[in-house]
Nanobody, 112 residues
Framework: VQLVESGGGLVQPGGSLRLSCTTSGFTFSLYTMNWYRQAPGEERELVASINNSGETAYLKDSVKGRFTISRDNAKNTVYLQMNSLKPEDSAVYYC??????WGQGTQVTVSS
């Protein structure tokens, strides 16, 4: 099983990033997928969750209206579109499958 995140980077406040998590080794289309984030000194927190049918199951209150989670079951990939980014969104972002598999994370830094 592999989950590989990409799309992180340095962006100015108000900017946008699109994270991708490409998976292999399991039947992606059967499982809910999640995005978590962890800032330095903080606990890892759930940001967004999407069920196998593509419905958003959860969005953290602080990202509602700014972040969108989506998936492409044909590409075994889940996305996190992040708009209107704020410095407090800076963290390492991880994807996680419902069965408990984690990716290695991708760094997002929001700074001027």
């Amino acid at each position: 099983v592999q989950l590989v995140e990409s799309g992180g980077g340095l962006v100015q406040p108000g900017g946008s990033l699109r994270l991708s998590c490409t998976t292999s080794g399991f039947t992606f289309s059967l499982y809910t997928m999640n995005w978590y984030r962890q800032a330095p000194g903080e606990e890892r927190e759930l940001v967004a969750s999407i069920n196998n049918s593509g419905e958003t199951a959860y969005l953290k209150d602080s990202v509602k209206g700014r972040f969108t989670i989506s998936r492409d079951n044909a590409k075994n990939t889940v996305y996190l579109q992040m708009n209107s980014l704020k410095p407090e969104d800076s963290a390492v972002y991880y994807c996680k499958s419902r069965q408990g598999y984690w990716g290695q994370g991708t760094q997002v830094t929001v700074s001027s």
